[in-house]
């Protein structure tokens, strides 16, 4: 890849949902632009040791999925062929517990003014100027209630408290599929 970028084909290097030390080992070979890893108040251990390492080494840091796949928005239905499905976070069992830790920060969004979703995305827009928060996206709508977290403006003490309601490891059931596990944050 270090090549492709002398040769002018390729204009920077990233790499997703890597360990601090493949991080350090990619970097060491040719600077990284970027890291991207899942990042969420959902899911964020992972995350946060990943952080420390790329602000280390000034990459930026790429926050896919800062809704939890459309959990932080409060209002996740599930369809028959909905690929959701397939998350362990998404199983019955999990699913329950994971929306009940969404209605944790309903009540400071209503504060805020805002959607669950705003607040979510507001405060990990609020994590660092080196974040790039990625939510997906299939609906015009939910692209405007999206960008409308632009305007969402926490305190130091907002930020902790909608931690604080979401604590990391209070989620329910792994990101992906255990055998698929076996691929991240290697």
Known sequence: ???????????????SEASPKTIRRAHAV????????????????????????????????VAYSPLGRGLLT????????DARRRHPRFAPENLERNVGLVHRIEDLARKKKCTPGQLALAWVLAQGDDIVPIPGTKHAERLLENIGALSVELTDDDLVQIADAIPIGAAAGLRYPEAQMKSVYV
Do not use: C
């Open 30 to 61: 040719h600077p990284l632009a970027a890291v991207q890893n899942e990042f969420s108040l959902l899911y964020r251990a992972d995350a946060d040791e990943t952080l420390q390492t790329t602000r280390q080494l000034n990459i930026a840091f």
């Open 74 to 81: 409060g209002g996740v239905n599930l369809a028959e062929t």
């Open 1 to 15: 890849m270090a090549k492709l970028v002398e040769q002018g084909k390729v204009r920077a290097l990233g790499i």
